[in-house]
């Protein structure tokens, strides 16, 4: 049994079941009542960065979110590893990261981003730096706060995104 499949398959029964029935309207009011936690989250993982704090990163994410990096297995648990090279910067010296979301969908207490990122030094002009695509599951913990459950991202490499930008 392919367990990865069943996984994706599981997601998207949870996702069309959670779908209201009662059309796009319903559906876009739960977006609007967690896009300032979305923004507050996104805020928070940048200044995390910025200050050079895994933890502070890390407490955004579930205590058993995947983590999906490019070239590596899936991890579950113990984010907070995959963000201890912050450490090498002085609190308020770390890079910038910034997020561009393309696509999102909130239904019950799941929900999903689709976007870029970039990330540079902070001493480095905006729009340079490296470049790169996510996407992150949210779910809704027992106290309503939205907490990463599922983050997978890899790099856009410079001739793809020019090739990109002529469609």
Excluded at 17 to 35: I, K, S, V
Excluded at 62 to 74: K, Q, R, T, V, W
Aim: hydrophobic content about 45%; charged content about 20%; proline content about 6%.
């Amino acid at each position: 049994m392919n367990r990865g499949f069943h996984g994706v398959l599981g997601l998207a029964i949870a996702v069309a079941a959670l779908t209201p029935a009662d059309g796009p309207a319903l559906a876009q009011e739960p977006a609007r009542q967690a896009e300032p936690a979305f923004a507050a989250a996104y805020a928070a993982f940048a200044e995390g960065y910025r200050q050079a704090d895994p933890a502070a990163v890390a407490a955004l994410y579930a205590p058993d979110a995947f983590y999906l990096s490019p070239g590596s297995e899936i991890a579950q648990g113990e984010v907070a590893r995959h963000f201890a090279w912050l450490s090498s910067f002085d609190p308020g010296a770390g890079p910038v990261i910034e997020f561009e979301i393309v696509d999102r969908e909130v239904s019950g207490g799941l929900a999903y981003d689709i976007g870029y990122y970039t990330i540079r030094r902070p001493d480095a002009a905006a729009g340079s730096g490296s470049r790169g695509k996510f996407i992150v599951i949210w779910k809704q913990a027992a106290d309503g706060t939205w907490k990463i459950h599922a983050d997978g991202f890899s790099e856009v490499r410079e001739s793809a995104a020019a090739a990109g930008e002529g469609k």
